[in-house]
Every structure is written in structure tokens, then in C-alpha cells.
């Protein structure tokens, strides 16, 4: 599980900034074809919105991509 961490001075990250962040979309403006096209659990429930604000501890599944946890 591959872990994200939450900026200094953030008390979350989006959905949209971690698929950036982690190089699995190159721009911000692919996050909503992405999720439109892919299988995205946060928590062990499905979502596909792009500002989605993902806490520390969270959990992060994309389908065939990998597993992300949020840190602080």
C-alpha cells in the first residue's frame, strides 16, 4: 500500500490531487474522465468524485492501479 500525504498546514487532500500526485493522471483536468472510466474504493465503498475530501487514514483502492493510504 503506497503511501499519500496530506500537505503541511491541509487537513485533506481531494480525490482529484491524490490521482495527480500519485502519477496516475498527468493533469487535474483527467481526474473526471479517469473516474468516469474506473473503478475507484475509497474506504470499501465506491466513489467517483473528484473532490472527494480524503482524510488521514483513509484507505484508497484503484482497480489495476494500485492502494493508496492517506497520511499525515
Given amino acids: 500500500m503506497e503511501k499519500v500525504e496530506i500537505l503541511p498546514g491541509q487537513d485533506y487532500i481531494t480525490l482529484g490531487q491524490l490521482l495527480k500526485y500519485t502519477g496516475v493522471i498527468d493533469t487535474g483536468g483527467q481526474a473526471k474522465w479517469f473516474l468516469s472510466e474506473n473503478s475507484v474504493w ?24 494500485g492502494n493508496y493510504i492517506v497520511q499525515r
Fill in 42 to 65: 475509497i474506504n470499501n465503498e465506491p466513489d467517483n468524485r473528484r473532490g472527494k475530501k480524503l482524510y488521514a487514514g483513509d484507505q484508497i483502492t484503484i482497480e489495476n492501479i
